[in-house]
């Protein structure tokens, strides 16, 4: 039975009494947006558990190309919210994470927007 540490996949190989590591490529990749609902308060990116290797957040573009925000956007914990997501940083940033409910998104202003994709597996 596969067990998990951090991104990588390991299995014990009682034959050569070894560990082998696999980094498959992973199963589900789902998303979607996050919209602020009140000014300056920690928001979980998404409300249920949801287990997974990482997840990319971005910021939303509409269709011209052009930045939805009015301000940036901040990404952390609970506790800290620190990693700036500017209007204009389209190609985001990945956070490598078990549970994307634990990653919380802070705004200076209700309705700022972050766009994600959670890469995970159908089992953990």
Known sequence: MP???GLAQL???????SIQVDQAPPSTFV???KRTDRD???????????????????VPANERG?????????IGDAKDQNMALLMTNYQGFVIPIDDASKIHVR????????VYRIHGDTQP
């Open 40 to 58: 300056n308060t920690a928001e979980p990116l998404v409300k249920e558990p949801t287990l997974c290797r990482s997840v990319w957040i971005g």
């Open 31 to 33: 998303g979607g947006i």
């Open 11 to 17: 299995r014990i190989d009682a034959t050569r009494r």
């Open 107 to 114: 705004a200076p202003a209700a309705g700022e927007q972050v």
């Open 66 to 74: 052009r930045a939805i925000n009015k301000f940036p956007v901040y």
């Open 3 to 5: 067990n998990w540490l």
